[in-house]
């Protein structure tokens, strides 16, 4: 819209360019940006996927050392099954009456399967934390943010009530299983679990359950 | 339609600057829900794509690189380890891929010479990792080697079969790798604590 206007001089300065407002048809420019726009909404991933952060026990190289003894009172298995069953039972098995294997219960992924059971188990520290954080949202504790997650960790370590899970899962489990476990855990807010290989008798006692169900039309 | 035409400029450049584009990874995955809200982190990472056919892909600081310009380093370490001598432009082609990558080491130079997306698809069979030739282990070496702060990601597919990430916390584990991340995709969840009282 620049316009250079050159004043001619002696010839009656009267002279002036008409100014004419200059129109143009901005009508593919705005098919362009709105094809633009499209493309880009199309194509941009918003949401940034989120992660879990998850520990593995050491792994035992040295044949002589032992694995951590744990109390079995505590301790609960909890063993994925196939077709997104769940399968558990308390304490402990010994290898050794692998006979006399006691039956394994069945659960599902719902909010009234495992959810109920580890709630139910985990119930001391769970109201901990959830009194813990009720005080912090109606502000009679103030903490920031950044110190909160280590203040609910620090409740998690000091807790010896709750349950020590030990997750095991079955050939035939699938990683969404693993990951909706490891959810489960971090819900219900339990201080000790680990993922662990299922052992050969654990096995036995998968297939035996599978058995005892009625027979559904799979594919394996 | 002056102001509709700024609105629009406007728009167009808000979605220019934030995009990032979501990369065609080689392998369709579908990723379980969680509740964790931690984001995945931008940099210092290594992500193992596992597809739900059992296949392994390995990607380094997701997209493009960073100024420290891991991935070719990662690339001549391997090439030492397996005898390959890579040129700068198989590098910088190594640089620049987008996506996660499933190249047995042997076919590496092939892939980084052909241009055609279809072909190199079909070139993606996945990392092998037998204990014979256990190529991811490799690479898990070579990407700590080169960055010693690298994180290890695993993004997997819900129908994925577990021994699929059994093997890979094996090598994991093996090379001391203990703390690492699942790529999950955000969903509420509620207890009702009061339930459990009674």
Known sequence: ?220 | MTPMVDTFAVILIFLMLTATMSQPEPATVDTPFSISEKPTPDFNTMTFLLSPDGKVFMNFDNGPDTLLKYRPKILIEMGKRYGIEFTEAEQREFEKYPSAMGVPIMQIKEFLANRDGNARKEMQVGLPMDSADNQLAMWILCARQVNPNIQAVIKGDSKTKFPVLKKVLDILQEKNVKRFSLITSLEAAKINLEEIQQ
């Open chain 1, 1 to 220: 819209m620049a316009e250079i206007i050159q004043a001619e001089k002696g010839k009656g300065g009267k002279k002036r360019a008409k100014k004419i407002l200059p129109h143009m048809d901005m009508t593919p420019m705005v098919d362009l940006m709105m094809l633009l726009i499209t493309f880009f909404m199309l194509t941009t991933s918003m949401s940034k996927p989120k992660v879990m952060d998850i520990t593995l026990p050491d792994k035992l190289t040295d044949p002589n050392q032992e694995a951590p003894k744990i109390s079995a009172s505590r301790t609960l298995n909890i063993i994925l099954g196939p077709e997104n069953k769940l399968y558990w039972y308390p304490g402990a098995v010994k290898p050794e009456d692998f006979n006399n294997l006691p039956p394994l219960m069945e659960t599902d992924y719902s909010a009234d399967g495992i959810r109920k059971l580890l709630l139910e188990r985990n119930k001391t520290l769970a109201r901990k934390i959830d009194d813990f954080n009720k005080e912090v949202i109606s502000g009679k504790i103030e903490i920031s943010q950044d110190s909160l997650q280590g203040a609910i960790r620090h409740l998690k370590n000091v807790d010896d009530t709750g349950p020590i899970v030990l997750i095991k899962a079955y050939k035939e489990a699938n990683y969404g299983n693993f990951v909706d476990i490891l959810d489960e855990m971090n819900i219900c807010g339990i201080a000790r679990f680990t993922p662990v290989d299922i052992a050969w008798y654990e096995e036995k006692m998968v297939e035996t359950a599978k058995s005892a169900a009625p027979v559904s039309t799979s594919s394996n």
